[in-house]
């Protein structure tokens, strides 16, 4: 059975701040109009760090296409460096693993999509090969909606 939430079901809302202090709702990402991945991550999971490069990446070329949020746990400091040093511009903090685990998401790294109306669009994506599958489905889904606007 695939990890996470059912598939079309409503995906949890939340709010947590940001590395600035603010706080950013799901409600607030969707605001876009864009399909939400969600990254589960933690400055202390080696694995998450090797990803962190890729996520930067994902961020600055999808933009127009999918919002890439991490959600991280961890000291501010630890992600305010790691969000610096990767190009990273949208990392929101949570403490413990709360969000995380009401998306059905028990570790670190792993990944979900939620669709343009706020339902879960994905199982959750275990580990970097996963998640870049992920990524490159969500893209193309997403490039094949707006094609048709």
Same mark, same amino acid.
């Given at each position: ?6 598939? %079309? ?23 876009? %109009? ?14 998450? &760090? ?5 996520? %930067? ?26 969000? &610096?040093?990767? =190009? ?22 792993? =990944? ?29 889904? &997403? ?7």
């Amino acid at each position: 059975a695939a990890a996470g939430l059912p598939l %079309g079901a409503d995906a949890p809302e939340f709010e947590l701040p940001d590395l600035e202090g603010e706080l950013v709702s799901l409600r607030t990402l969707r605001e876009r %109009g864009l399909p939400v991945l969600l990254l589960f991550s933690d400055p202390a999971c080696g694995p998450c &760090s090797a990803l962190l490069p890729r996520i %930067g990446r994902w961020q600055r070329e999808h933009d127009s296409e999918l919002a890439v949020v991490v959600v991280s746990n961890g000291a501010d400091d630890d992600n305010r460096a790691s969000a &610096s040093e990767h =190009g990273l511009t949208q990392v929101l903090r949570q403490e413990g693993h709360a969000v995380g685990l009401a998306y059905g998401a028990n570790g670190t790294p792993m =990944g979900v999509l939620v669709d343009l109306e706020g339902r879960v669009a994905s199982p959750v994506a275990a580990g970097a090969n996963a998640i870049d599958a992920l990524v490159a489905t969500a893209v193309q889904v &997403s490039e094949e909606v707006l094609l048709h606007v």
